[in-house]
């Protein structure tokens, strides 16, 4: 194990770093569906190591095709310059996002993909002379990522509270948690699709000749599993179209088979103007992000440019080789061994385990669609999120990795997981919240 020395310069991202640095929690190897530690100690993946490993962990495919590209061109530009695989990357990944999301702008992490489709949103409006068109609409307890734009669209307090008032001209549709009727819904809840008519009143507020986009997750990960009520992104479709505003799905945890179909948006037979991805673009073996938008926002910037470059935006990484490597493995491994389709057939068989635990110590509601769960402890009094970190830290202990977000454990693990992995995951949850107090 390393020594205190060695793990104080790593100031760690969303981490109390005094706890962690007093019992430190290492992972060293990962195959399959299992990590090691450096004692050799084997814990079960049940969070596709962060909402990303969703083809499992070593694929041989993936990592050999890095390990190709590295050894013939480990980096090359793509300002007013390109490489094979990016194009090619592109092409593959438009036959995988939904029909007429077909234009591919590459970043390096579901952040900078958000910052990338709010900062599309505001130059395509622009560019078809409807520069009023500004104001970005979130929700509450929407995450996207850690950016200036995400953090303002987002509505997760903890992630806004230091850093001031941020972008302007921002509004939030409410959230959908806690609806009367909803608790233990299996699949997407029957109530408040309502919600989603406070578009109405933000649209009569700001007037929608200042309304550029919306943004929401499909179905919101980091902050708790907050699956849609039926019938709520359709009406949130329904309304942007009506006031000639631009919905963005956030797909960068929902994408690549989570909900066991290619996206949220095949999944719920929405289509938004532009989807926002990363994670399990590349199995999150290399950086990768990327935005898919339409062909009528990409068409209409080309053609409404007051300059030879129709978008000012980018990044160093853009399309990096050995990303792009990566991600055309990683489609192929998924095309491979039909992993949507995978998890589709034992989504089942993972509800039912989920809602298995309704009766479980500490337990208040649980939440799922395609392979991921939200189950919600109560919190102890005066003491918000501490039970559920105690039980992260005793399922890690047990030899299982999960996830908690507040009192809300987060499970999300490999498509490639059995039925054995999934009763595994269940009787250590309920074993650990049998002793935590």
Known sequence: MPSANDLDAFWMPFTPNRRFKSQPRMLSS???????????????????????????????????????????????????????????????????????????????????????????ALAYHRARGKGTKTRLIGRERGYHGVGFGGISVGGIPTNRKYFGALLTGVDHLPHTHGVPGNLFAQGQPEHGAHLAD??????ALHDASNIAAVIVEPVAGSTGVLVPPKGYLERLRAICDKHDILLIFDEVITGFGRL???????????????????????????????????????????????????LFHGYTYSAHPLAC?????????????????????????????????????????????GLVAGI??????????????????????????????????????????????IDRMVETIRAVLARVD
């Open 198 to 203: 406070d578009l109405e009143r933000i649209v």
């Open 325 to 369: 490597a990566a991600g055309i493995a990683t489609l192929e491994t998924y095309q491979e061994d039909d992993l949507f389709a995978r998890a589709a057939g034992i989504e089942g068989y993972w509800r039912e385990a989920m809602h298995s635990l309704a009766d479980a110590r500490h337990v208040i509601d649980i939440r799922d669609l």
């Open 376 to 421: 919600e402890l109560e919190p102890r009094p005066a003491a918000a999120t501490a039970r559920a970190m105690e039980v992260f830290e005793t399922c890690f202990d047990e030899g299982l990795l999960i996830r908690v977000t507040g009192d809300i454990i987060a499970l999300s693990p490999p498509l490639i997981l059995e039925r054995e992995h």
């Open 30 to 120: 990962a195959r399959g569906m299992l990590y090691k530690t450096p004692e050799g100690r084997e814990v079960l993946d049940a969070t596709a190591g962060l909402w990303c490993v969703n083809a499992g962990h070593d694929r041989p495919r993936i990592r050999e095709a890095i390990q190709r590209q590295a050894a013939e061109m480990d980096y090359a530009p793509c300002f007013n310059m390109g490489h094979p695989l990016a194009f090619q990357f592109a092409s593959r990944l438009a036959q995988v996002t939904p029909k007429g999301l077909d234009r591919i702008f590459f970043t390096n992490s579901g952040s900078e993909a958000v910052d990338t489709a709010l900062k599309i």
């Open 260 to 310: 066991a179909a290619p996206f949220a948006a095949d999944r719920f037979g929405v289509t938004p103007d532009m989807i926002c991805i990363a994670k399990g673009l590349t199995n999150a073996t290399v950086p990768c992000g990327a935005v898919a938008a339409s062909t009528k926002i990409y068409d209409t910037m080309l053609e409404g440019a007051d300059a030879p470059i129709e």
